[in-house]
């Protein structure tokens, strides 16, 4: 489902993304249709593209909720560079988006991990044990909470080595 997210802008109580700590490195030039950094709003030549994007959004809303009363499993994704999906940030909107449609924050978070492990075959990923890839975030909150907590990053490690998270955001 990486698209989820794409249409978060165009959603009922969305939050303007680029006041995400992590959108201090993000170029609106460097991005395809960005929101508007100002205000987090989508960009429109009329008011008739407008209305087009918000039907559609309410479209791929309704479909998700009849996806997910079929009790389907998910697997979060961030849609790449494209239509203002942002790096870095687009990932927790996905896992929003999933809570917001009805899933437990638990179910959310496995939408990004031991789901891919168990749909793909990927034994090194989705579970913290012996012979596994260390690619963690610790977070200074608790997600199965408040899937907001995911943002609440302390610490980030790759392979096994922790990143200097603070060094990154400066870029």
Do not use: C
Not at 79 to 96: Q, Y
């Amino acid at each position: 489902m990486p698209t989820f997210s794409l249409y978060y802008p165009s959603l009922p109580g969305h939050r303007n993304l680029w006041k995400e700590p992590a959108a201090a490195i993000l170029d609106a030039k460097g991005m395809f249709k960005p929101t508007d950094p100002a205000s987090g709003e989508l960009v429109f030549g009329s008011e008739e593209a407008r209305r087009k994007n918000e039907k559609m959004a309410a479209q791929m809303w309704d479909l998700n909720l009849a996806f997910h009363r079929e009790h389907p499993r998910y697997l979060a994704a961030t849609g790449a560079a494209v239509f203002g999906s942002m790096p870095g940030i687009s990932m927790h909107t996905e896992l929003e988006l999933l809570v917001r449609l009805g899933l437990q924050p638990r179910e959310a978070l496995a939408a990004a991990t031991g789901n891919y492990a168990e749909q793909f075959g990927w034994r090194e990923l989705g579970l913290v044990s012996p012979g596994r890839r260390a690619d963690l975030l610790v977070l200074d909150g608790d997600p199965t909470v408040d899937i907001h907590n995911t943002t609440r990053i302390r610490m980030v490690m790759l392979q096994g080595d922790i990143l200097d998270r603070e060094a990154l955001l400066r870029r």
